[in-house]
């Protein structure tokens, strides 16, 4: 794939970016060169290659899947103008 100038001022226009004449033309440039990388990229076989989370083993970090009530109750409705038992209290509305 190639970029040509036309496509780097839409992309500029898209992205609201005020690209003049001059950088356009730098842009076109730097732009096909990543397009190149990336097709080099596609070039190579990753047949059999597991996704990886990082480059080097490691154990992810895992913490017990417990149900709590977050121990923080109180410090949730200590601001309230009413509470009771933990709860906001609220007045009925009726209508």
Do not use: H
Not at 15 to 32: C, F, K, P, Q, Y
Not at 63 to 71: A, E, I, L, Q, Y
């Amino acid at each position: 794939m190639s970029v040509d100038i036309d496509t780097v001022k839409r992309v500029a226009r898209l992205s609201r970016i005020a690209v003049d004449e001059a950088d356009a033309e730098r842009m076109t440039g730097e732009l096909n060169a990543i397009l190149g990388f990336v097709e080099q990229l596609n070039e190579v076989n990753v047949e059999g290659v597991d996704p990886m989370t990082s480059a080097i083993p490691m154990a992810m970090k895992k913490r017990k899947d417990g149900v709590t009530d977050g121990s923080k109750a109180d410090d949730i409705v200590a601001n309230a103008p009413a509470s009771e038992d933990n709860f906001f209290v609220v007045p009925k509305v009726v209508e």
